[in-house]
């Protein structure tokens, strides 16, 4: 199911698309497109009175891009020095024609940073996307040079020692102001450290129509996900219409993780929430005395429930899975988080249960609860985290977002999207309790299982982001505030497809299929 989101490419993926796209006749020259698209963002990064760009050209066809790159900046007037690190008997033929083409346009060659040259703007095209080794000695220097520079940086496809697939550092890795792609995005520079290497990202299609055979599995979650959770309202509605929440948590001490989840459900237009704690119950919540909150045992007794969410706060006691046995018997959808997640891994009865449940189930593990549940060390799963979030997604028969920064959400037919909303802000307690309660409210209220988590997992980074522009955070950021913002930005997505729809203008994108 595709929801008009930018395509993003594994690097096995690009691959292809280059096969396909260079067997066509005439054939396309993708370095000098690559190279002409390099330039023309190097030139846009450029101020009034700058004139002196270095660039650094690799052994490979990233290098290639940058000599092409080079050589338009030097016929347009710019001061350009190369620093080329390749062995020229060794270069593929495309580079090998590029480095041609820069000497016979009077372009010179270093083997290290000129000492006379102050330049203005740095480009690095010393490796692209099939680097796979970490690097060190003459390349890790170059790459901390770069990095200690002081100038802006543009980097050409994927920051140098980036891995394109995991966003993994290699050793060491270039930090890049802006990156320009060529062809599609990659998850590299969306997930893990890509965000903090790539900086603002620009994809270059190079004129290419993308073959339907190599359509990739990937997306970026756009944002008019949000105009597509929740059909309007009508009139002639009451809180039976948008469903009730059971919320299964809060063992002793950790009360606040499960309220919290339903505080979000409630503002996020849940009817009804009911939170069943472990711990002895409060009577009220004095903070938001809407929720109905009963002994976790009786929870499951209410017929009406429309989702149950599991695991904020449940702990790991024999009550807890007992609590979570009952739960994935339970015909309603289900959003699991948390120590509902850690009970899992670590009892196949469970995972038995889960697997066998034909209702929808959503997980949310964050990269250590990922790791358990497929029996890894989290640094296996941070090396690749979209095979990770797919094999759990497919073990489990579940709608899965792998947390952290660019997470990754997979669906258990094959489809996986990364999510770039959110900041720093939100490393902070409680996060993955809202997020628990956002995604349990959208299912409450009818919303698809694959939508409800694409949707949920936009709207709590945006939610953060939004705070952020607004003054709250990023320090401090608290996540009773994202709930409030959360609200906010969904009621405003909400009437923004309201007043196209009376308008008569029709969005664009495609449905799900």
């Not at 497109?33 to 066809?61: Q, T, V």
């Not at 001061?79 to 033929?93: H, I, Q, R, W």
């Not at 120590?339 to 949310?364: C, M, V, Y």
């Not at 309660?437 to 709590?460: E, T, W």
Request: hydrophobic share 45%; glycine share 12%.
């Amino acid at each position: 199911m595709h929801y008009a989101a930018a395509p993003i490419f594994l690097t096995s993926e690009i691959r292809q698309v280059e096969q396909d796209v260079l067997s066509r006749s005439p054939r396309p020259d993708l370095m000098e497109r690559a190279g002409l698209a390099a330039a023309e963002r190097a030139r846009s990064l450029m101020r009034e009175k700058d004139k002196r760009i270095l660039l650094f050209a690799g052994p490979g066809n990233n290098g290639g891009d940058a000599l092409v790159a080079a050589r338009h900046l030097k016929q347009w007037w710019f001061d350009v020095a190369v620093v080329y690190t390749g062995d020229e008997s060794k270069l593929p033929d495309d580079a090998k024609a590029a480095l041609k083409a820069w000497r016979e346009a009077g372009g010179q060659l270093f083997s290290d940073v000129p000492p006379d040259f102050r330049h203005d703007l740095i480009v690095d095209g010393l490796f692209g996307i099939g680097l796979q080794r970490p690097l060190e000695g003459r390349y890790a220097a170059l790459i901390d040079r770069i990095n200690t520079s002081g100038n802006r940086v543009l980097a050409l496809d994927i920051p140098s020692g980036l891995n394109a697939d995991s966003g993994a550092v290699l050793g060491h890795a270039v930090r890049a102001d802006q990156t320009i792609t060529f062809m599609g995005l990659k998850p590299g520079l969306l997930t893990l450290d890509g965000p903090d290497h790539a900086g603002e990202v620009h994809v270059a299609s190079l004129g290419i129509d993308l073959p339907e055979r190599s359509a990739p599995g990937g997306w970026l979650i756009p944002e008019s996900i949000l105009r597509r959770v929740l059909a309007p309202r009508p009139r002639n509605s009451h809180k039976g219409t948008y469903g009730t929440v059971g919320v299964i948590g809060g063992a002793p001490g950790m009360a606040g993780a499960a309220l919290l989840a339903g505080r979000a459900a409630l503002k996020l237009g849940a009817g009804k929430v009911r939170v069943g704690l472990l711990a002895d119950s409060p009577g009220v919540d004095a903070g938001q005395p809407e929720l109905m909150l009963r002994p976790a045992q009786d929870l499951l007794k209410m017929p009406e429930l429309a989702c149950i969410a599991c695991g904020p706060g449940l702990g790991q006691s024999q009550a807890a899975g007992h609590a979570l046995a009952a739960v994935l018997e339970h015909p309603a959808p289900l959003v699991l988080d948390a120590d509902a997640l850690n009970l899992l891994a670590t009892d196949p009865g469970l995972q038995k249960a889960l697997q066998a449940r034909r209702s929808p189930s959503l997980l949310t593990p964050h990269p250590a609860e990922a790791a358990r549940l497929l029996g890894k060390t989290t640094a296996e799963v941070q090396s690749d985290r979209v095979a990770a979030a797919l094999q759990i997604a497919t073990r489990f028969s579940a709608a899965v977002v792998l947390k952290g920064s660019g997470s990754i959400c997979a669906l258990a037919g094959g489809d996986w999207y990364v999510n770039v909303t959110g900041n720093p802000g939100m490393a902070s307690a409680g996060m993955g309790d809202v997020l628990t309660g956002i995604l349990a409210g959208l299912l409450a209220q009818g919303a698809d299982a694959g939508i409800a988590l694409l949707a949920g997992v936009y709207l709590h980074g945006a939610a953060a982001d939004w705070l952020a522009e607004n003054g709250t955070g990023p320090v401090g950021m608290t996540a009773s505030e994202v709930i409030d913002a959360a609200r906010l930005v969904l009621n405003a997505a909400g009437s923004e497809q309201s007043s196209t729809e009376q308008s008569g203008t029709e969005q664009s994108g495609t449905e799900p299929s």
